[in-house]
């Protein structure tokens, strides 16, 4: 298990960008780690996650605008959202999971952070 907080998040005109961070506190080593986010009434969905050896997988909605990278150094996870759109606006987690692979897979993440509120106006 580890221990998981955001931040980042913040309120951005369309077209503008933020970075997210996720510093990670325990063992996480070639961990798969993601972010998902959450509209208000609906489920969290997967955004972008990266496996141990760097390999990224990103949703369709976010290809092209958004980055993931993890600093194992640092331990941290980071989400580099360019391009905003007001449709980005929800609350955005970190989460991370031991499981080979996890991917975009809500079901295989355990340890979650506690959220970060991303808002883009038009």
């Known amino acids: 298990q580890v221990l998981l907080v955001e931040s980042g998040g913040g309120s951005v005109q369309a077209e503008g960008s933020l970075r997210l961070s996720c510093t990670v506190y325990?063992?996480?080593?070639?961990?798969?780690m993601a972010w998902f986010r959450q509209f208000p009434g609906k489920e969290r969905e997967g955004v972008a996650a990266?496996?141990?050896?760097?390999?990224?997988t990103y949703a369709d909605s976010v290809k092209g605008r958004f980055t993931i990278s993890r600093d194992n150094a640092k331990d941290t996870l980071y989400l580099q959202m360019n391009s905003l759109k007001p449709e980005d606006t929800a609350m955005y987690y970190c989460?991370?999971?031991?499981?080979?692979?996890?991917?975009?897979?809500?079901?295989?993440?355990?340890?979650w952070g506690q959220g970060t509120q991303v808002t883009v106006s038009s």
């Open positions: 989460a991370a999971s031991p499981r080979p692979y996890a991917g975009l897979t809500k079901g295989s993440y355990n340890d």
């Open positions: 325990g063992n996480n080593v070639n961990w798969y």
């Open positions: 990266i496996n141990g050896d760097g390999r990224t």
